[in-house]
Nanobody
Framework: VQLQASGGGLVQIGGSLRLSCAASSRIYSSAVMAWFRQGPGREREFVALTRWSRDSTDYADSVKGRFTISRGTAKNTVYLQMSSLKPEDTAVYYC???????????????WGQGTLVTVSS
């Protein structure tokens, strides 16, 4: 399985972006799809996740109410809608696929290449 993340770019404070993650094959109902990010000089951190079959979600406190993870109408795409962006959201964003409902990156065995989001004034 290959994951392709896209949609990053430069955005002003308070702006919005939508990231996409396309899988090379169908995402099965047992899968958990997640977004992580890694800012400059920081460790990779959890952002959001969703269980493919149940449409259930979980968010890091730092993004709750501002970011939304969702499935696309296609069977192999997941999105991260980001709004009210802040400078501290600047990071490389990665999508990942796993099986466990987990926030730790070690639980995910498939990763996209990352897409850079820069929030600037």
């Amino acid at each position: 399985v290959q994951l392709q993340a896209s949609g990053g770019g430069l955005v002003q404070i308070g702006g919005s972006l939508r990231l996409s993650c396309a899988a090379s094959s169908r995402i099965y109902s047992s899968a958990v799809m997640a977004w992580f990010r890694q800012g400059p000089g920081r460790e990779r951190e959890f952002v959001a996740l969703t269980r493919w079959s149940r449409d259930s979600t979980d968010y890091a406190d730092s993004v709750k109410g501002r970011f939304t993870i969702s499935r696309g109408t296609a069977k192999n795409t997941v999105y991260l809608q980001m709004s009210s962006l802040k400078p501290e959201d600047t990071a490389v964003y990665y999508c990942a696929r796993g099986i466990q409902w987990a926030r730790h990156p070690a639980e995910y065995n498939y990763w996209g290449q990352g897409t850079l989001v820069t929030v600037s004034s």
